[in-house]
């Protein structure tokens, strides 16, 4: 089994509805991040959380929020998508050096 | 503020031939970390290597090889003899080693191996 998940895979949804991407892992790491992938962009950081309690913006936290709701689960929502939104999202995990980040599959959303 | 740069959008190369990424950075910090990421036609990404600021030595690896000058804050990555298999999109990053282990990444370049 993988050890980074994320549900859905993939989901097209309308502007103005509320979406929520979950993550969860198994390696027992503290350290989760949600990032977006646009073309030709690379891929940014959206938040991060460095523990339960611990929860910080990235570079592009507008129109997002998280919940950590354990160790293992980290999830992003987007409480009114619109178009821009629309992307291929990971979740991230790293241990306390933070120094390599196991990435999961990735959601591919459209917002139409 | 750290930033990675890959010049290099789009390469194409025929296979067996050989192909080198570029990869240049910028940090303040003297402490950092390097990485390569492959990201394959089915979307996912496959961590390659790490490399810390302070291990300038090359590393080979079956048919990779990283270059790593601090001097040129460049970090750059060649594929020898490609196959159609490295045909990906390949992303360079950077983290700062202490307080700050958040990746930067470069915007990726997409290599292409023709038959």
């Known amino acids: 089994d993988a050890d980074v998940t994320q549900t859905p895979r993939n989901r097209i949804t309308k502007t103005g509805k509320r979406i929520m991407l979950e993550c969860s892992q198994t390696?027992?790491?503290?350290?989760m991040y949600w990032y977006r992938q646009d073309p030709g962009l690379g891929l940014r950081l959206i938040y991060y959380?460095?523990?339960?309690?611990?929860?910080n913006k990235g570079e592009i936290s507008d129109g997002y929020s998280v919940s950590r709701q354990a160790q293992a689960k980290f999830s992003l929502s987007l409480e009114s998508a619109i178009p821009n939104q629309t992307a291929l999202y990971f979740c991230?995990?790293?241990?306390?050096?933070?120094?390599?980040?196991?990435f999961g599959p990735g959601t591919r959303l459209t917002v139409t | 503020a750290q930033k990675v740069t890959q010049a290099q959008t789009e390469i194409s190369v025929v296979e067996k031939e050989d192909v080198t990424l570029d990869c240049v950075y910028e940090?303040?910090?003297?402490?950092?970390?390097l990485f390569w990421y492959k990201q394959p036609p089915s979307g996912e990404l496959v961590f390659l290597i790490r490399?810390?600021?302070?291990?300038?030595q090359n590393e080979i690896s079956g048919r990779y090889s990283w270059n790593f000058q601090k001097s040129t804050s460049s970090f750059n990555f060649t594929i020898t003899a490609s196959q159609v298999v490295d045909s990906a999109v390949y992303f360079c990053?950077?983290?700062?080693?202490?307080?700050?282990?958040?990746?930067?990444f470069g915007t990726g370049t997409r290599l292409t191996i023709i038959p």
């Open positions: 991230a995990t790293s241990d306390w050096s933070g120094h390599e980040q196991y």
């Open positions: 390696k027992g790491h503290d350290r």
């Open positions: 959380s460095f523990d339960v309690k611990d929860i």
């Open positions: 940090t303040r910090d003297t402490t950092y970390y």
């Open positions: 490399r810390n600021s302070f291990d300038e």
């Open positions: 990053a950077l983290s700062e080693a202490v307080g700050n282990e958040k990746l930067t």
